[in-house]
């Protein structure tokens, strides 16, 4: 975490920062349960330009985020937004199921 | 890009990670391995994946993975072009999407969190109750007639589980015929059920499955000789058949719907003109529709 941290703040920017901030919303999501700081760092993943194989991952990760903090319409939101760039994504089915509110 | 060649394999178990390198160094995909490892730390010991890389030196190679679910699922393949990352970020970026894949694939929320859970309860295990509604526009061949009926259907679709959906659809259709004896209008307004064995992938479905369908045909119609005059029937009908639905999501709630259904009258309806069957619903018949979906 302070290792993906300070790659992160490097400044100049570090050429894998977006790689760093995608390992970091993992870990904030799937491990920490700290959705909204995971949203953050997916965020910053795709401001910072994840390697494209990770890029689609990251749209649906956000969705993801979204929903674990309880902001249904951010789902639907970043759900929609997703299936804009990715119409027959590979993560389509994942998606839909996140963005819909339980 | 140039097709991967088996040149290293790494064979990875959850717990338990085999490795061979026929034409490598011994150590040519190590750090590829201990990163997928990692990433598949959580994965069920059934999930093995099979590494492909197309050259020796994984830092320059692209990554095909092979992931084997067990022996009731399909296998996965997830080919990585990796030519627009940099060398030193290769392994991992491949680690980590061969790790997304395997999680979206085990359709399960990532593992358990290690500190006190604040999120709600992911939803990945139970099963999707999609409800939608829908509207068709449908032309259907009346084969005893040889002529088209046209009309519009309104309804929707439940899936109770993923590979089940049952739809229900109220139409109307009209059909028109001309002939020497004189003219006839046919009015058609049925009910449709129909439960489908569903095939899902990402946005497409497909269903097949029987079809019921009961209603009411209302005829006018009107003899070429004057002294007939105009008049009407109606009566009710049963058909049974085979329906098939392709259904694409251009999003989370609205999908493009085509139809097809083949059937037969288990009780028929047919309108006469001067004492000659004229148009009805009996006997074979096909329906065609293109309509949309709204996801609720």
Do not use: N
Not at chain 1, 21 to 32: H, K, N, R, S
Not at chain 1, 76 to 98: I, Q, S
Not at chain 2, 226 to 255: H, I, K, Q
């Amino acid at each position: 975490m302070k290792l993906l941290s300070a790659i992160l703040a490097q400044q100049p920017p570090h050429p894998q920062g977006g790689l760093a901030a995608f390992m970091l919303g993992t870990v904030e999501l799937d491990d920490l349960a700290h959705p909204r700081r995971a949203l953050t760092a997916f965020d910053e993943a795709i401001a910072r330009r994840v390697p494209k194989p990770l890029l689609e991952d990251a749209h649906a990760r956000r969705v993801e985020a979204f929903y674990r903090a309880e902001d249904y319409a951010g789902a639907k939101a970043a759900a929609d937004a997703y299936f804009e760039r990715y119409p027959t994504g590979r993560r389509a089915a994942l998606v839909r199921r996140w963005s819909k509110k339980r | 890009m140039i097709p991967a060649v088996p040149l290293v394999s790494v064979l990875l178990f959850a717990a338990d990670v085999a490795w061979s390198a026929p034409a490598c160094p011994p150590d040519a995909g190590e750090e590829l391995e201990r990163l997928v490892g990692i990433e598949l730390r959580s994965a069920p010991s059934s999930v093995r994946v099979v590494l492909t890389l197309e050259a020796c030196d994984a830092k320059r190679s692209d990554v095909v993975a092979l992931v084997d679910y067990g022996p009731d699922e399909p296998p996965d393949r997830v080919a990585l072009d990796l030519r627009t990352v940099e060398a030193d970020a290769r392994m991992r970026t491949a680690a980590l999407a061969i790790g997304e894949s395997v999680r979206a694939r085990l359709k399960g929320p990532p593992p358990g969190p290690k500190v006190a859970v604040e999120a709600p309860a992911p939803p990945a295990e139970e099963a999707p109750l999609d409800v939608g509604v829908r509207g068709f526009g449908v032309g259907r061949r009346l084969a005893s007639s040889e002529a088209w009926a046209l009309g519009v259907a309104l309804g929707g679709d439940v899936a109770p589980t993923p590979w089940l959906t049952a739809t229900v659809d109220l139409g109307w259709q009209r059909a028109g015929r001309s002939v020497a004896l004189g003219e006839i209008r046919l009015d058609v307004a049925h009910a449709l059920l129909s439960l489908q064995y569903t095939y899902r992938s990402d946005a497409l479905r497909v269903g097949l499955g029987p079809a019921a369908d009961v209603g009411l045909a209302i005829a006018t119609g009107s003899s070429s000789r004057t002294t007939v005059g105009t008049g009407s029937d109606r009566g009710l009908f049963v058909r049974a058949g085979v329906r098939a639905e392709v259904e694409y999501s251009f999003s989370t709630t609205l999908r493009a719907l085509a139809s097809v259904q083949a059937d037969t009258s288990l009780r028929g309806f047919v309108a006469y003109v001067d004492e000659s069957p004229t148009l009805g619903v009996s006997g074979l018949g096909a329906t065609l529709g293109l309509g949309l979906g709204y996801a609720l």
